[in-house]
């Protein structure tokens, strides 16, 4: 599991489900996902030799011919083409949304001692019930708005491939997480505790229980991008080593 490969495979993760729009060119991916999404518009994969200027201006009015009208500028780091995309974004403006390290485990020698709370019961989510209590956690961690009957639905008719967790203590949900199982690798996304519940172990048992169907499923390499103020600390500790950092700015059209 050499660096390279840790960063290739974490530029090559973009997801997004069937019923976004999205916008796709040699430059740059415009995803615009569900309004209920905490980032609902979203521009990523950024491949041009064009001045950032240009870009900036046509990625947001390509985003106001999807009736949006602010874009997080996503997946900026030091390899971003054009180079100066992201002083460029500052300059006219833009503010920071977020922070990520690109953080990766190898699983070879199978998963660390994590010392998961007896307390915790994690299990997958197989209903609409326990959909519905995980989108309450991601608000309540990521903001957004709940989603609504037929969005949940969607996602449920997904949950054989991207498995979701649902984290109760005492009978009451706490956390979610999910996975993905692709290109040699588990992608772990989507972790989210209740502000009450931080602390207490239930990130770690939600990392344990996905880390564990990585190894199950046979793939050499875990990899997930952490906030750097909340989960990545959680992740370093727990054994990960970070490879990079890629960040995110929010632009309205002027």
Known sequence: MTPEQVLAAAGAWVWYPPEARVVETDDYLLIAYPAHFSD??????????RPADELIDEVLDAAHGL??????FFELSEATRPP?????????????????AVLALDLSAGVPDLDVPADLELRRVLDLDDLRATDGIDVAAFGGSLADETALASTASRLAEEPRYVALRAGVPVGTAGHTIQSGAV????GAVVPEARHTGVYRGLLDVRLRAGVEAGVA??????RVETSAPVLLRAGFRQYGEVRAYRLGRA
Do not use: F, I
């Open 221 to 226: 390499m875990a990899l997930v991008k952490g």
């Open 67 to 72: 009736g949006r009208e602010s874009v997080n």
């Open 40 to 49: 609902p518009t979203v521009a990523t994969r950024w491949q041009s030799d």
């Open 187 to 190: 992608r772990l996304w989507g």
């Open 84 to 100: 100066d995309l992201e002083p460029r974004l500052r300059a006219r403006g833009a503010v920071r949304t977020e922070t990520l």
